[in-house]
């Protein structure tokens, strides 16, 4: 993240999703993205800045009634980040996000679709610190 601001990140992301439809979870195909093209992406979305900037972000959600579900973020100070909406209006009322729960990601490791984006993107994930057992060098 050091070559890029977060807000040029999200763009990227953003952009990146905009040519990503064949990323939609089959229950999502079929969404209505007139107003928001990004609706349907919010996981891999959420997923691949959360993994990009790790420790800035929680991952919530919003169930609905038919059983799908909606991930954003929050930054430290608890404010939203909604991938699919940033930076205009917000999908979701703001009751909506006051009702959500804190949810992790299915895996500790970016999914698929998240690693597709971030290709599309052209972000790599911060290389983890590598430990060694006993070796001093």
């Not at 404010?79 to 990601?105: I, K, N, Q």
């Amino acid at each position: 993240m050091k070559d890029h601001t977060l807000s040029q990140i999200i763009a990227q992301l953003q952009a990146a999703a905009e040519q990503s439809s064949d990323l939609l979870h089959k229950n999502y195909r079929d969404t209505d993205r007139s107003e928001f093209v990004l609706n349907g992406l919010c996981y891999p979305l959420a997923e691949a800045l959360s993994h990009l900037c790790p420790g800035l972000f929680t991952s919530w959600r919003i169930p609905w009634e038919d059983g799908s579900t909606h991930w954003f973020l929050r930054d430290q100070a608890g404010a939203v980040l909604d991938l699919v909406s940033h930076p205009g209006p917000l999908l979701c009322a703001p009751e909506d996000y006051a009702a959500a729960t804190r949810a992790r990601f299915l895996s500790h490791t970016p999914s698929r679709r998240a690693r597709t984006l971030l290709e599309r993107a052209g972000l790599t994930l911060p290389t983890p610190a590598h430990r060694t057992k006993g070796r001093h060098p």
